[in-house]
């Protein structure tokens, strides 16, 4: 048999037969590590103890020591445990996803009757049973015409939906544990009473369309949170508890800040102390923005299709506009118009007027830009995600040899505000080029290391997003954290080839001839809302 080398995170290296499994490899360096062990990181990747490996690659064993694939294990396999613990209770249920999220996981059911917070309790009872158990987890790959006939004959149309979906060069992986199975990536523990029995809880239940469909089924979703032991469940817990008390839904009504009805779903009704609150934020960020060489306009609310066309916003945004048909006295036809969702096609028709020279660059545009989109009610939360809401906007339009130096301009203001307003430590992602794009790969190249380089001077390291950068630029996400521990990204700063090109903005350079500006999308708070809101 063809042999393949294997190596440890202490340089070492050994010789096994290609399709070794890691747990193989476990029990050949120690029984101690064999029990202990529960997964594998083969060439970076999180690997199934029971997956056999057949070429050359790094590896390191994983035990319930290691926090980050231990807690992946150990919410992945309560999904499935609950999973199998709601067909158990009531077998008429269908299943369909159950991934892994922060602090935990959720799941989400087809099920005739609605689940009741009374249902969570009969629901982890049967969970602890299965953990007692100690089931072992064992896995198959199966052909794509097996999985699909197997999900057919149980009633189970949501995974076969999902088989349908995955690329045909992909494996389709099943689990078991007892004789409960599911379609999974994996990788697993290897029995159910690995998952402790005190350190995790199901937390509540929601309404969640079909792959986010709302012309889909409407399922009920389970929320659970899990930690590796009981001491971490019980701090979670309690700060969920004192959370509560700050939560500016409460706040907002005992405090008399604002509130919102039925009849306005959405948008804010604020009140004397609650706009209080809003113009003395306002005024200063006016003072800040002007200190930073910022020019001050107000564009339209509603604006004629033509401009959203000409953008390219209607193409791609049409869905979350408010629009507006107006019969024009003597018009042929009605007028479409939409309530701006964004504001940055208008600051470029303010750009436009007159011509620009390169010495007028870089010009740092900025408004309280109202804005209106249209969100699905079931994402509505408080004053955190809305409808109706004022961006504290900005765009400034430079060259690409101005975009650093103005991307550390940006960096130092938006430090200074948070610092200001009480927020010391902020994350930053990095967003970098998609597969599909506009512009050429050497301007991709120069706003990419722009960006990094004015965010690594400020002495922050972002976190990569590879490829999830807007098709025309790379971005910069500026991410602060609620005292609920919920992640809200507040600040953007964002490149744009496009939109200039779109538009028609120009400058006239050294050389006398016409030039295309670049145009950065910067927001510091993101919106008043959703900023007093946290």
């Not at 590590?33 to 064993?61: C, E, F, M, R």
């Not at 992640?487 to 953007?492: H, K, N, R, S």
């Amino acid at each position: 048999m063809a042999q393949i080398s294997l190596t440890f995170p202490d340089g070492n290296s050994r010789d096994y037969d290609a399709g070794v499994t890691p747990a193989e490899v476990a029990a050949s360096i120690a029984s101690s590590l064999a029990k202990k062990a529960i997964s594998a990181t083969v060439n970076g990747a999180h690997h199934d103890l029971q997956w056999p490996i057949d070429a050359d690659a790094s590896i390191a064993i994983n035990t319930m020591k290691d926090e980050e694939p231990a807690l992946e294990l150990i919410r992945h396999d309560l999904a499935h445990i609950m999973a199998r613990a709601v067909q158990e209770i009531w077998p008429e249920t269908q299943v369909t996803i159950g991934p892994v999220i922060k602090d935990g996981w959720y799941y989400d059911f087809d099920r005739k009757d609605p689940f009741t917070p009374e249902d969570l309790a009969v629901i982890e009872k049967k969970m602890k049973e299965i953990i007692n158990k100690r089931d072992e987890v064992r896995t198959e790959v199966w052909e794509r015409a097996r999985a699909i006939k197997h999900y057919e004959d149980l009633g189970e149309p949501y995974k076969v939906e999902l088989i349908e979906s995955i690329p045909g060069n992909e494996d389709l992986r099943m689990y078991w544990h007892g004789d409960w199975q599911d379609l999974c990536r994996g990788p697993h523990l290897q029995n159910t009473g690995q998952v402790p029995g005190d350190s995790w809880k199901l937390m509540s239940i929601a309404g969640a369309y079909w792959r986010g469909d709302s012309d889909r089924a409407m399922l009920q979703r389970i929320y659970g949170v899990a930690f590796q032991n009981k001491e971490q469940l019980k701090a979670h817990m309690n700060m969920l508890e004192e959370a509560a008390k700050r939560d500016h839904r409460k706040l907002g009504r005992e405090m008399d800040l604002y509130h919102m009805q039925e009849e306005a779903p959405g948008q804010v009704f604020w009140h004397p102390n609650g706009w209080l609150i809003y113009t003395q934020l306002q005024d200063y960020m006016r003072r800040k923005q002007r200190a930073g060489g910022y020019v001050e306009v107000n564009t339209p609310q509603v604006v004629d299709r033509k401009l959203w066309e000409a953008s390219g916003h209607w193409e791609k945004y049409q869905d979350h506009m408010f629009v507006v048909e107006v019969d024009e006295e003597h018009a042929r036809e009605k007028t479409v118009n939409a309530l701006k969702p964004m504001n940055c096609p208008c600051h470029v028709q303010v750009y436009n007027q007159g011509m620009k020279s390169y010495r007028d660059l870089p010009l740092r545009m900025a408004e309280f830009g109202s804005c209106n989109r249209y969100e699905p009610s079931g994402a509505l939360h408080g004053i955190m995600r809305v409808r109706g809401f004022t961006q504290d906007d900005g765009h400034i339009f430079c060259t690409e040899d101005q975009i650093e130096a103005e991307t550390a301009q940006f960096i130092t203001f938006l430090s200074e505000v948070y610092k200001d307003l009480g927020f010391e430590n902020f994350s930053v992602k990095f967003s970098d080029r998609p597969e599909k794009r506009s512009g050429s790969d050497e301007v991709w190249d120069k706003a990419e290391a722009a960006l990094l380089k004015a965010t690594r001077a400020a002495g922050i390291e972002p976190e990569l997003n590879p490829g999830e950068g807007a098709f025309y630029g790379p971005k910069l996400e500026f991410v602060l954290t609620d005292a609920i521990g919920r992640d809200w990204q507040c600040g953007t700063h964002q490149v744009d080839f496009v939109l200039p090109e779109r538009l028609d903005a120009n400058y006239i350079g050294p050389d006398g001839e016409k030039h295309r500006p670049v145009m950065l999308h910067r927001a510091t708070l993101g919106s008043f809302e959703r900023f007093i809101g946290i």
